[in-house]
T-cell receptor, first 111, second 113 residues
Framework: QKEVEQNSGPLSVPEGAIASLNCTYS??????FFWYRQYSGKSPELIMS????GDKEDGRFTAQLNKASQYVSLLIRDSQPSDSATYLC???????????FGSGTKLNVKP | NAGVTQTPKFRILKIGQSMTLQCTQD?????MYWYRQDPGMGLKLIYY???????DKGEVPNGYNVSRSTTEDFPLRLELAAPSQTSVYFC????????????FGSGTRLTVV
């Protein structure tokens, strides 16, 4: 069973702080990883992708990948109340772009 | 540019009824997917398609069928609805570029009573 695991949270951080979201995966052959943001009652929205070990930055978001430890993380700097959502981690080998999703971490950013 | 369009947004079915969830994309993506999302759970892949006329099962295909007659359309058919199929259904599409992320539709919230 190929799995992607996330802590369900909720993770609460004050406005302006750094939010750190984590994800582990079981399939060592996984090559591609994604972070999606999902507001309550809405569909997931792609915010970051990462394929190589190390860090990838895009604005306030930084994705980190460590294939040896089978670990993916997402850092959100200067967190805003509008960042409050569930964050889904997805990964897989990329065959036909099929990916496995974690159950999501709920983030609450308090003003 | 509409992206991925799903209909209906909400539906209540009685046990044993059938229905088709519609999905259309206008991005000329070859890859299309159907996922279901149960409360507090991740998305589970039901079926996927890599092009017109080509479909395959995902993790949870039982109770569902799909077809793909055109690049744009990928309907999901529920036969003999059961309470276990109460869920939110998302259609998604993806470019054939290596490991490209998904564009999701807005979802269909289905309740089977």
């Amino acid at each position: 069973q190929k799995e992607v695991e996330q802590n369900s949270g909720p993770l609460s951080v004050p406005e302006g702080a750094i939010a750190s979201l984590n994800c582990t995966y079981s399939d060592r052959g996984s090559q591609s990883f994604f972070w999606y943001r999902q507001y309550s009652g809405k569909s997931p929205e792609l915010i970051m992708s990462i394929y190589s070990n190390g860090d990838k930055e895009d604005g306030r978001f930084t994705a980190q990948l460590n294939k040896a430890s089978q670990y993916v993380s997402l850092l959100i700097r200067d967190s805003q109340p509008s960042d409050s959502a569930t964050y889904l981690c997805a990964g897989g080998q990329g065959n036909f772009n099929k990916f496995y999703f974690g159950s999501g971490t709920k983030l609450n950013v308090k003003p | 540019n509409a992206g991925v369009t799903q209909t209906p947004k909400f539906r209540i079915l009685k046990i044993g009824q059938s229905m088709t969830l519609q999905c259309t994309q206008d991005m000329n993506h070859n890859y299309m997917y159907w996922y279901r999302q149960d409360p507090g759970m991740g998305l589970k892949l039901i079926y996927y398609s890599v092009g017109a006329g080509i479909t395959d099962k995902g993790e949870v295909p039982n109770g569902y069928n799909v077809s793909r007659s055109t690049t744009e359309d990928f309907p999901l058919r529920l036969e003999l609805a059961a309470p276990s199929q109460t869920s939110v259904y998302f259609c998604a599409s993806s470019s054939t570029r290596d490991s490209y992320g998904y564009t999701f539709g807005s979802g269909t919230r289905l309740t089977v009573v």
